[in-house]
């Protein structure tokens, strides 16, 4: 199995400011890697996905970056819509998906 | 636009089985490019995804280790639906359920769309 990593668990970031959010993998995923967003009581969404491809309707303030073991999730500037707990998930080791355990990003 | 609604009781008794229905709209169960997914989310586990039923000429399955001998998840033609069942429940088995599709041919593609999840308490 492989194991996501994400740091850190708790990221504190002004409105307006950039956030960097990591991803790390226990073995090489290629770019088969997706960022979720979810927000308390709703589903995860979807929002990149080839490590570095915004999913519909996603703004262009999400990014994504990286390959093999590290990834990175950037976004540009935060807007109060933003704050959430975002998760990665590999999906090269099909289907053995695994999910990190997620990143809480909280207002500064 | 695919969207995905659940059903199902939230409350399961130890042993029992637990069964969960999601509903498909603005796609087919039997797209030869798509899957049909069960992934859970819990505290203690975080998000854990269970299995995935997807047609390829025929049906296939494909579950995860941790559930596999107690998991059964089945595509319903006649009303455009899947359904999972998980056998022999324990308190563990506690979590909050989602189905969740896949839209490429093959296995190696995200989650893109999800239901609304439900939370299934195992409990007496």
């Known amino acids: 199995e492989i194991v996501m990593t994400q740091s850190p668990a708790t990221l504190s970031v002004s409105p307006g400011e950039r956030a960097t959010l990591s991803c790390r993998a226990s073995?090489?995923?290629?770019?088969?890697l997706a960022w979720y967003q979810q927000k308390p009581g709703q589903a995860p969404r979807l929002l990149i996905y080839?490590?570095?491809t915004r999913a519909t309707g996603i703004p262009a303030r999400f990014s994504g970056s990286g390959s093999g073991t590290e990834f990175t999730l950037t976004i540009s500037s935060l807007q109060s819509e933003d704050f959430a707990v975002y998760y990665c998930?590999?999906?090269?080791?099909?289907?053995?998906?695994?999910f990190g355990q997620g990143t809480k990003l909280e207002i500064k | 636009q695919v969207q995905l609604q659940q059903s199902g009781p939230g409350l399961v008794k130890p042993s029992q089985t637990l069964s969960l229905t999601c509903a498909i709209s603005?796609?087919?169960?039997?797209?030869?490019?798509?899957?049909w997914n069960w992934i859970r989310q819990s505290p203690s586990r975080g998000l854990e995804w269970l299995g995935r039923?997807?047609?390829?000429?025929?049906?296939?399955?494909d579950y995860a280790v941790s559930v596999k001998s107690r998991i059964t998840i089945n595509p319903d033609t006649s009303k455009n639906q899947f359904s999972l069942q998980l056998n022999s429940v324990t308190p563990e088995d506690t979590a909050v359920y989602y189905c969740?599709?896949?839209?490429?041919?093959?296995?190696?593609?995200?989650?893109?769309?999800w239901g609304q999840g439900t939370l299934v308490t195992v409990s007496s």
């Open positions: 998930q590999q999906y090269n080791n099909w289907p053995l998906y695994t």
């Open positions: 603005g796609d087919s169960v039997s797209s030869n490019s798509a899957a």
């Open positions: 080839g490590a570095s």
């Open positions: 039923t997807y047609y390829r000429s025929k049906w296939y399955n």
């Open positions: 969740a599709s896949q839209g490429c041919s093959g296995g190696s593609c995200s989650f893109g769309y």
């Open positions: 073995q090489s995923v290629s770019s088969n």
